[in-house]
């Protein structure tokens, strides 16, 4: 029986398999996050935008207040008449500035008493562009007399009486729609932030929701594997129901592989046996030293083709659907019927199997394994045999046998495991017994082990597929 592939070689277990659920929940997450780090930074942009619109026309207003306030007097330029109050308190973050434009540069002509000993002085771009547009507002970012930042617009233009052009400049601390701007992006990093957390969340119910189905599928491919049912019966979405076909018709197609595979080793066991036993019937009506010959012979014939015929029945029900059968009753069954047979011999055969525990296999090769190995510690015994079957790691069940009998050497032990070994020639059998028990238990993709016991005799360890309950 090949072996479940959580359990196929050395660190298969511990081998990380790719998701399907882990990739599509990646995916989704990626594009959900990468499309709310995208709105994040295009509403901060936007609000930035229009925050320093709205900034612009105040300062814009301020800029029209002062050209048209402004006037000239024997030819000096002579301040607005009203002007904004916090313009006349020294550093309040409220600065204009008027003068004029001569040879490229600004000539500092009168300002606001806030700016007290400071002037604006602007970037010479700035002061080209308002040369070359005259009229036209222009804004940039420059630095208060506190270094504190500020939003700045300027203007060229022209008064009554007074020849070379006027720069008009009003400035005011943006530090009000900075600080704005820092409290939105917060404000929108915890937002989005929520956001993404529920869009994640959104995203696994929907993976694990729209893959449920595939989910149900492999329980019932489990259920099949494990012998709980025959086929595949869920209602499937159109997507998964030709899989569903597919995996009913193949395992028909398997099982009536199994079938063919037996019918062909019950055949062979029927053409093979009857010519022995013809021979055998006629080499002991024929008493002699060649009908002597041929009686050992064909009743060694005999044990090997059952031997080969128990191995091929087994590698073909392994082949097939896994069958479920319960180990309480058969080992209770064959305590009861050991201690019979053994009766002079044996005085109690002690069994001991976790609660619902289940071999994946038929109960003839359950039935065959554990009645070998019970058999043959019955045979050595000095009157006790203790059998126990305990949950192992995996999908694998222990099946311990101990006897309180002479035990073995451990050079001794792998012999025994040899097909037609016998240490000792004085008792009854062909040797046979556990190294079919050991080809048995491979077959199952199990394994064997002999070791002392605490009994002071042998003790035979097998491993062997558990059904799932």
Known sequence: ?????????????????????????????????????????????????????????????????????????????????????RSLRAYSGAYWEIGPLIRGGLVSEIRSRSLWDRTLTPPPEYLARAERAPGAVQFYDGTGPLNQPLRVAIMQGRLPDFGPPVLFLAAEDRTPINEAERAFAAAIVVSLAVLGAGLIFAVIVQVRVGLSPLFALRREVVAVRVGETERITGDYPSELAPLAEELNALM????????????????????????????????????????????????????????????????????????????????????????????????????????????????????????????????????????????????QFTLTVEDDGPGLAPEQRAEVLRRGARLDERTPGSGLGLSIVDELVRAYGGSMELSQSDLGGLRLIMRLPRAER
């Open 252 to 395: 028909r197609h398997t099982q009536e592989t199994v079938e063919r595979q037996r019918t062909h080793v019950g055949n062979l066991a029927h053409a093979l046996k009857t010519p022995l036993s013809v021979i055998l019937t006629e080499a002991r009506s024929h008493p002699g030293p060649l009908a002597e010959v041929v009686l050992r012979q064909g009743q060694t014939m005999g044990e090997q083709v059952d031997h080969h015929l128990r191995r091929a029945r087994a590698a073909a029900r392994a082949q097939g659907p896994g069958e479920r059968t319960e180990v309480a009753p058969v080992l209770d069954e064959l305590a009861r019927t050991l201690e019979r047979i053994f009766s002079e011999t044996v005085s109690e055969v002690e069994w001991r199997s976790a609660p619902g525990l289940a071999f994946l296999g038929e109960r003839q090769d359950l039935l065959e394994v554990a009645g070998n190995v019970m058999e043959n510690a019955c045979k050595w015994c000095r009157g006790f045999v203790r059998v126990t079957a305990s949950e192992g790691p995996g999908r």
């Open 1 to 85: 029986m090949t072996a479940p592939s959580t359990a196929s070689g050395p660190g298969a277990q511990t081998r990380r398999r790719p998701s399907l659920v882990r990739r599509l929940v990646l995916l989704a997450a990626a594009w959900s996050l990468a499309v709310v780090v995208l709105a994040g930074l295009a509403l901060s942009a936007f609000f930035d935008h229009a925050a320093v619109q709205r900034f612009d026309a105040s300062l814009s207003e301020a800029l029209d207040g002062l050209v048209a306030e402004a006037s000239v007097e024997n030819g000096q330029i002579q301040p607005p008449a009203v002007v904004d109050p």
